[in-house]
């Protein structure tokens, strides 16, 4: 089915581990994120592409990193991982120039010990 | 800063009856606002939306309601099934580039 997949969709680290979560879409949608959900937060925004070949920060960029691959692929870099980046990590495209039509992956929980 | 905030975190209500959600926001320049609902496990789907210059926005059982001069808006499920318990959460773009800002999200629960 057309959409947003992300990959893994569970992960546990250690302090200090780094990890790479992937997400890739097949809509030919111009603008990826990748955003953070925790409890009685919401969801908040890490970082964002609005188009091939450009990355911005969000909301809470630091100990993040992204690489915009090519216009399907948005990946997320924890460098070190630390107990305060446990959350669900969720990535979504949208075509340019709009906030209509932002489609959802499923998640990727990350726990770090 | 949050810019949209949503101050009930749960609502419990009957099967049948109306669920009433709340949402505030802090940037009079926002100029339409969504609704998005999400199950466990899932991603955040897209429910229904609502422009600036409407104050009323309908979509079957759910309808979206805005007071700009309050910069309020409410989401009114009616009637209320089981299969509408999810988290929902309110959003606006905000910041440039078309990026959503999202509340922090009412949990809804409905009792058989």
């Known amino acids: 089915n057309a959409g947003v997949t992300q990959t893994p969709k569970f992960q546990v680290l250690k302090t200090g581990q780094s990890m790479t979560l992937q997400c890739a879409q097949d809509?030919?949608?111009?603008?990826m994120y990748w955003y953070r959900q925790d409890p009685g937060m919401g969801l908040r925004l890490i970082y964002y592409?609005?188009?091939?070949?450009?990355?911005d920060k969000g909301e809470v960029p630091n100990g993040y990193n992204v690489s915009r691959l090519n216009k399907r692929e948005f990946s997320l870099r924890l460098e070190s991982a630390a107990p305060s980046q446990t959350s669900v990590y969720f990535c979504?495209?949208?075509?340019?120039?709009?906030?209509?039509?932002?489609?959802f992956g499923s998640g990727t929980r990350l726990t770090v010990v | 800063d949050q810019q949209v905030k949503q101050n009930s975190p749960s609502l419990s209500v009957q099967e049948g009856r109306i669920s009433i959600l709340n949402c505030d926001y802090t940037?009079?320049?926002?100029?339409?606002f969504l609704w998005y609902k999400k199950y466990p496990a899932e991603g955040p789907t897209f429910l229904i939306s609502?422009?600036?210059?409407?104050d009323k926005n309908e979509d079957g059982r759910f309808t979206v309601f805005l007071n700009k001069s309050a910069k309020h808006l409410s989401l009114h499920i009616v009637p209320s099934q089981p299969g509408d318990s999810a988290v929902y959460f309110c959003?606006?773009?905000?910041?440039?580039?078309?990026?959503?800002?999202f509340g922090a999200g009412t949990t809804v629960t409905v009792r058989a």
């Open positions: 940037n009079s320049m926002f100029d339409y």
């Open positions: 592409s609005a188009s091939e070949g450009t990355t």
């Open positions: 809509m030919n949608h111009n603008s």
């Open positions: 959003a606006a773009p905000g910041g440039g580039d078309y990026k959503l800002s």
């Open positions: 979504a495209s949208s075509a340019f120039g709009t906030s209509y039509g932002y489609t």
């Open positions: 609502i422009s600036s210059i409407k």
